[in-house]
């Protein structure tokens, strides 16, 4: 069965700063993935996902993430982080009958002025 | 363009009330499912359904119940109302494409506290 791990709880950073979120995956195929991105009281917004061809993927928000097969991972980066990026951030895969997602439990983003 | 749509937004219950979550979508989507999120836990799937008729259960399917007699409507029963259920409920749906890979849409989520 396929999880994901983010081994992240929680991240602080400076307004500015660069940023970069970790993600692993387990998956026996080429998995589907995803980042997506919660504030306070909302729903899930997509970021960004993969699913093949060039394994830097960019997204919304100035956003990047690259596939590394082999560390089963999928970090999410940003070079220069903007206050309202203060949220949490989950990483999915997606996979088999039904295309059901399986989320990680979540990076809370916390952004010092 | 509503999306997915899911009433109420905030709900308290006593223990052992009954009550449905709704979730309407308006894209003509093919998957549907209902996910509870706990603090530190991410999202859990608790039923999904890949067409009008079909449900099936997810990790965490005790206590609910699930139908989808329509293309557009996923409404979530909670029978027995338990603390434990208390959580925050997403509903999602996403596109069926040839070959896979689709992303979900998400409402905007239902408050459940049991007391």
């Known amino acids: 069965a396929q999880s994901v791990t983010q081994p992240d709880i929680h991240i602080t950073v400076s307004e500015g700063a660069s940023l970069e979120l970790r993600c692993n995956y387990s998956?026996?195929?080429?998995?589907?993935l995803f980042w997506y991105v919660q504030s306070p009281g909302q729903g899930l917004q997509l970021l960004l996902k993969?699913?093949?061809?060039?394994?830097l993927v960019q997204g919304i928000k100035g956003f990047e993430a690259e596939f590394k097969r082999s560390q089963s991972s999928f970090n999410l980066r940003k070079p220069s982080v903007h206050w309202s990026d203060a949220a949490e951030y989950f990483c999915?895969?997606?996979?088999?009958?039904?295309?059901?997602?399986?989320f990680g439990p979540g990076t809370r983003l916390s952004v010092l002025p | 363009n509503a999306g997915v749509t899911q009433t109420p937004k905030f709900r308290i219950l006593k223990i052992g009330q009954s009550m449905t979550l709704q979730c309407t979508q308006d894209?003509?989507?093919?998957?549907m499912y209902w996910y509870r999120q706990d603090p530190g836990m991410g999202l859990k799937l608790i039923y999904y359904?890949?067409?009008?008729?079909?449900?099936d259960k997810g990790e965490v399917p005790n206590g609910y119940n699930v139908s989808r007699s329509t293309t557009e409507d996923f409404p979530l029963r909670l029978e027995l109302a338990a603390p434990s259920q208390t959580s925050v409920y997403f509903c999602?749906?996403?596109?069926?494409?040839?070959?896979?890979?689709?992303?979900?849409?998400f409402g905007q989520g239902t408050r459940l506290t049991v007391v």
């Open positions: 359904s890949v067409g009008a008729g079909i449900t």
């Open positions: 894209m003509n989507h093919n998957y």
């Open positions: 998956y026996g195929a080429t998995p589907y």
């Open positions: 999915a895969v997606g996979a088999g009958y039904g295309q059901n997602f399986v």
């Open positions: 999602a749906s996403s596109p069926r494409r040839q070959g896979g890979g689709t992303e979900a849409f």
């Open positions: 993969y699913f093949s061809g060039d394994t």
